[in-house]
């Protein structure tokens, strides 16, 4: 099994910034993926950020340029540096781990809720 574990949210007002911070551990033999969503209230969840263990990146267009992942391979975690927060970037972000070789599985991490005030 694999576990992870997001850290890192609070309340902030807009402009601020705040680093969440999501460490996968367990039965992990090798991470292709590592990603940040979020959902709203009454809305899909979306993504916000995914990092590849070759480092490739992918944002949304909507947190291009204030937000920037990050990841470390030997410790299997990754990082989401939002910078420029505004009020509509309120909700719970969650961590999403996708491993392994020819039978990819992924796994979500509980969540950690994000407030920006106006």
């Known amino acids: 099994q694999v576990q992870v574990v997001e850290s890192g949210g609070g309340l902030v007002q807009a402009g601020g910034s705040l680093r969440l911070s999501c460490a996968a551990s367990?039965?992990?033999?090798?991470?292709?993926?590592m990603g940040w969503y979020r959902q709203a209230p009454g809305k899909q969840r979306e993504l916000v950020a995914a990092?590849?263990?070759?480092?490739?990146?992918d944002y949304a267009d909507s947190v291009k340029g204030r937000f920037t992942i990050s990841g470390d391979n030997a410790k299997n975690m990754v990082y989401l540096q939002m910078n420029s927060l505004k009020p509509e970037d309120t909700t719970v972000y969650y961590c999403?781990?996708?491993?392994?070789?020819?039978?990819?599985?992924?796994?979500w991490g509980k969540g950690t809720s994000v407030t920006v005030s106006s």
């Open positions: 990092i590849s263990s070759d480092g490739r990146t």
């Open positions: 367990g039965s992990i033999f090798s991470v292709n993926t």
């Open positions: 999403k781990v996708n491993v392994g070789g020819i039978i990819r599985m992924d796994y």
